[in-house]
């Protein structure tokens, strides 16, 4: 006899597979009610596990794409290197890659030392 403990995708088949091919003998309506609630709890499963898989690849697919923090800073100092090199190129100077350091707000060079600007 079938019961409602026993879920598994295999033993629903197979008890549709007996359903399907007893010719004599009757089922009951228990049975058939039982066999049912079987069916519909298995197929409800597999939707909730293929949903969980398509959320679960989503969320890797975002994790995967997400930028770190050192290629957030490698690809802002690669935008202000090209930027630096493009106004060089409009103003028709040589490009200097900047030293690091203070610089003078008007004139954009660097500060040697600070005492000076204070």
């Known amino acids: 006899m079938i019961t409602e403990t026993t879920m598994a995708a295999g ?15 009757v089922w009951t309506d ?3 009610a039982v066999l ?5 709890r298995s197929g409800q499963e597999a939707t909730v596990s293929a949903e969980m ?3 679960i690849c989503l ?4 994790v995967a794409a997400r ?3 050192e ?13 630096g090199r493009a106004r060089a190129e409009r103003e028709r100077r040589p490009y200097r ?12 060079r660097p500060l040697r030392h600070l005492a000076v600007v204070a």
């Open 67 to 69: 930028e770190t923090y």
């Open 36 to 40: 049912m609630l079987l069916a519909f």
């Open 71 to 83: 290629q957030a800073v490698a690809r802002r100092l690669a935008e202000m290197d090209a930027a």
């Open 97 to 108: 890659v900047h030293p690091g350091g203070p610089v003078d707000w008007h004139t954009g």
């Open 11 to 25: 033993t629903v088949l197979a008890a549709a597979d007996a359903l399907r091919q007893r010719r004599t003998g």
């Open 59 to 62: 969320h890797m697919d975002r």
């Open 30 to 32: 228990a049975e058939v």
């Open 53 to 55: 898989a398509e959320l």
